[in-house]
């Protein structure tokens, strides 16, 4: 706000309204765009334009109750909630979409349109309500997930959950009764058939074929097996079973002492599971692959007898099982399970995804003891290097004795993102002189720390162990690529004056320190308020204070000769009384359960995610090794992801054994839940490897997304 002739104008500088507003219209856009597709998909499988239409009226059926149960839930339409019904639009129809199918063909079976919405209904009734409550059971353990990060799921998790229940009532309820009066049946005609139908179940066929494997191995001729066929492997895993048992040479005396430690009996138990049977198993291929060598190169008819014949006939036996499509199946999902677990920990991670946002935050932090009109300076001459910037629209400054602030509006029509407008403006500020210039961190987090992408935080009981370990750390990471300028962040210290009472000396003038504090509070500082005259005005009383004026508080020979009054009511200089020296001490001191705590801050290189930074540094030999007393304990962001990491996992085993709960109880059997259980484990997949094409970090996003997958899979299995 400024004053122009006695009026005052204010300017706004932005708000973060419009991108609420952006987002609330992207995400019910997102929702119709999905229902729209949904019901063409529909119309394109039925064929039908009056079932494709009963099918679509589940859609507004299941999402308007669902914002009634929101409210009761105290939920808002924020972004986690919006992103939650747009992601399950194209779930809400997909149990009405499995009954009207079901109605459809009993209608082309040559029933009348009631009978065949009777008839289906009751037919896949079971089957409905489990795959519904399959979803229920993803995604109910995560919407209860405590912490912060619990609370980011807690809208999206219990908005899927009252949604889908929701389309389950409409399918159950409305969907068959719209059916049975809307559609009209057309007598018998053909279901489910079609190019891609067919071209479908070739392609499954041959996936199932096993008709050559079967073949071959009825050719072969069985070679019954002797035990010293099995001499050579049993050999082998005795001597890796030996081998686990053997005492090793420890490490240092604490591993020397968990050696001493180790019973008889946990040594057996090592050499046997971790020498003996992975050993056996491993050489029995190996003996039988080399007495299929030996046969092949030998031939004649002694390699189809004897040892040479039991290897020579499973190795084929083998090669014929390799013919054998399922085999090559199995292998493929196998392969996708492996380069799954591959894929989360090559992919890099962090907490919330970098936004396009409109603002940019600076930091100006000087030394201690600097006064305002020189922190003024500086701040107006960072303010105006950032207004120097094409991209930028208005600079807000901020300013307090010793920091300050600046609040940088970008231009919305710009050609950077602000991420990369940070990253090229930092090394513009940091020319800045007797500043230190950095822009803030934007994502979500907790105060404190050094405000930077990169926030390290070492702590430990003895302070001078604990300046050593921050300096090896940032001379350490100065060496890596990931980061850029990296500092410690620590508790600075300011210049103080230093005044000792000398209070023999004291005592023996009538001095108190009361009144020795008083006269030195009074002279630098001024009276406090409570104790202050006052200057009445009509509406309110304004404190005076009175104190020396600046050019007099910076001299030592004032501070000196300020009078102290004694007992007798005379006064004596404060020199006398007491030792008046120069010294400096701490702004604050920084704890963290009661130890002493240094923050290491840096920014990120161009193109670097923080998970890789996080990465690079705690490979450093330092935080390889820290100095006893030292510890490095997540602080801020970095916790609240691994609290985020712990509790979706373990959210997601949950909801994984709820499924199977649910499995159970639809097939009265355990091995069919089994079956349907292996696919849940492939969900990720498709969404990783998109993650690595896309070049795009693993954050809170990507783990809804995940969760939508496994909830989505365990239905469609």
């Known amino acids: 706000?400024?004053?122009?002739?006695?009026?005052?104008?204010?300017?706004?500088?932005?708000?973060?309204?419009?991108?609420?507003?952006?987002?609330?219209?992207?995400?019910?856009?997102?929702?119709?765009?999905?229902?729209?597709?949904?019901?063409?998909?529909?119309?394109?499988?039925?064929?039908?334009?009056?079932?494709?239409?009963?099918?679509?009226?589940?859609?507004?059926?299941?999402?308007?109750?669902?914002?009634?149960?929101?409210?009761?839930?105290?939920?808002?339409?924020?972004?986690?909630?919006?992103?939650?019904?747009?992601?399950?639009?194209?779930?809400?129809?997909?149990?009405?979409?499995?009954?009207?199918?079901?109605?459809?063909?009993?209608?082309?079976?040559?029933?009348?349109?009631?009978?065949?919405?009777?008839?289906?209904?009751?037919?896949?009734?079971?089957?409905?309500?489990?795959?519904?409550?399959?979803?229920?059971?993803?995604?109910?353990?995560?919407?209860?997930?405590?912490?912060?990060?619990?609370q980011f799921f807690k809208n999206f998790g219990l908005t899927v959950v009252a949604a889908v229940l929701m389309s389950l009532a409409v399918a159950r309820m409305i969907t068959p009764m719209v059916a049975a009066y809307f559609l009209h049946a057309k007598g018998h005609a053909s279901h489910g058939e079609g190019r891609a139908m067919d071209r479908y179940m070739q392609v499954l066929h041959w996936s199932l074929d096993s008709t050559r494997a079967k073949t071959l191995r009825a050719q072969l001729a069985r070679v019954r097996p002797r035990l010293v066929y099995y001499a050579a492997p049993l050999v082998i895993g005795l001597l890796a079973a030996i081998a686990m048992m053997m005492p090793r040479q420890p490490a240092n005396a604490a591993a020397a002492d968990a050696a001493q430690q180790a019973s008889v009996a946990g040594r057996l138990m090592s050499g046997l599971f971790l020498g003996f049977v992975p050993g056996f198993l491993i050489a029995i291929p190996l003996t039988i692959l080399f007495g299929a060598a030996i046969a092949r190169i030998y031939g004649g008819a002694g390699a189809s007898e004897g040892f040479l014949g039991w290897a020579r006939f499973n190795f084929k036996r083998f090669t014929a099982r390799l013919r054998d499509h399922r085999i090559w199946m199995l292998g493929i999902g196998l392969a996708a399970l492996g380069l799954t677990g591959v894929l989360f920990t090559v992919v890099p991670q962090e907490f919330f995804p970098q936004s396009n946002g409109q603002f940019s935050r600076v930091a100006v932090e000087m030394v201690p003891g600097t006064t305002l009109q020189q922190t003024e300076a500086i701040m107006a001459e960072a303010a105006q290097v950032a207004s120097n910037d094409?991209?930028?629209?208005?600079?807000?400054?901020?300013?307090?004795?010793?920091?300050?602030?600046?609040?940088?509006?970008?231009?919305?029509?710009?050609?950077?993102?602000?991420?990369?407008?940070?990253?090229?403006?930092?090394?513009?500020?940091?020319?800045?002189?007797?500043?230190?210039?950095?822009?803030?961190?934007?994502?979500?987090?907790?105060?404190?720390?050094?405000?930077?992408?990169?926030?390290?935080?070492?702590?430990?009981?003895?302070?001078?162990?604990?300046?050593?370990?921050?300096?090896?750390?940032?001379?350490?990471?100065?060496?890596?690529?990931?980061?850029?300028?990296?500092?410690?962040?620590?508790?600075?210290?300011?210049?103080?004056?230093?005044i000792k009472p000398r209070q023999d000396l004291a005592a023996s003038l009538g001095v108190t320190t009361t009144s020795l504090s008083q006269a030195i509070r009074v002279a630098t500082q001024g009276e406090i308020d409570q104790n202050a005259a006052k200057f009445s005005l009509s509406d309110r009383q304004v404190p005076i204070r009175v104190k020396l004026p600046i050019e007099s508080r910076r001299s030592l020979d004032t501070i000196r000769n300020l009078p102290v009054p004694t007992a007798s009511g005379g006064t004596v200089p404060l020199s006398r009384v007491a030792e008046i020296g120069f010294g400096s001490g701490p702004i604050s001191i920084q704890r963290y359960n009661q130890s002493r705590r240094v923050f290491v801050g840096a920014d990120l290189a161009p193109g670097v995610v923080k998970g890789q930074a996080d990465k690079a540094i705690a490979k450093l030999p330092v935080m390889q090794n820290l100095p006893q007393g030292i510890s490095n304990a997540p602080f801020g962001v970095d916790e609240w992801q691994a609290e985020m990491v712990s509790n979706f996992a373990k959210a997601l085993v949950a909801g994984v054994l709820l499924v199977f709960s649910v499995l159970v109880l639809l097939y009265h059997r355990i091995v069919s839940p089994l079956v349907n259980m292996g696919s849940l484990f492939l969900a990720p997949f498709g969404g990783l490897l998109a993650l690595v094409i896309a070049g795009q970090p693993i954050s809170m996003p990507v783990f809804i997304g995940i969760l939508m997958l496994f909830g989505i899979v365990a239905k469609n299995s």
């Open 1 to 150: 706000a400024r004053e122009t002739n006695g009026a005052i104008q204010f300017t706004r500088l932005g708000t973060e309204v419009d991108d609420v507003k952006i987002q609330y219209d992207s995400s019910i856009a997102a929702m119709i765009e999905g229902a729209v597709l949904a019901v063409i998909v529909v119309f394109f499988f039925l064929r039908d334009w009056r079932a494709t239409f009963v099918s679509a009226l589940a859609i507004p059926l299941s999402s308007i109750p669902t914002f009634w149960f929101m409210d009761l839930m105290g939920f808002s339409l924020n972004m986690l909630s919006l992103l939650a019904l747009g992601l399950v639009a194209g779930v809400l129809v997909d149990d009405a979409i499995v009954e009207i199918e079901n109605i459809v063909r009993h209608m082309r079976m040559g029933k009348s349109a009631y009978q065949a919405s009777i008839d289906a209904a009751d037919e896949i009734g079971l089957a409905v309500v489990a795959t519904t409550f399959s979803i229920v059971a993803v995604f109910l353990p995560v919407g209860l997930m405590p912490g912060v990060s619990g």
């Open 390 to 498: 094409k991209d930028v629209k208005s600079v807000f400054q901020r300013v307090r004795e010793g920091s300050g602030f600046l609040l940088i509006t970008l231009n919305e029509d710009r050609d950077r993102t602000r991420v990369e407008f940070e990253r090229e403006m930092t090394p513009e500020l940091q020319k800045i002189a007797d500043a230190r210039v950095n822009f803030q961190a934007n994502g979500p987090g907790p105060p404190g720390g050094s405000s930077r992408p990169i926030n390290v935080m070492l702590s430990g009981s003895d302070p001078a162990a604990l300046e050593r370990a921050a300096a090896t750390l940032v001379e350490q990471m100065s060496g890596l690529k990931e980061v850029v300028a990296p500092r410690v962040s620590a508790d600075m210290r300011r210049p103080e004056i230093i």
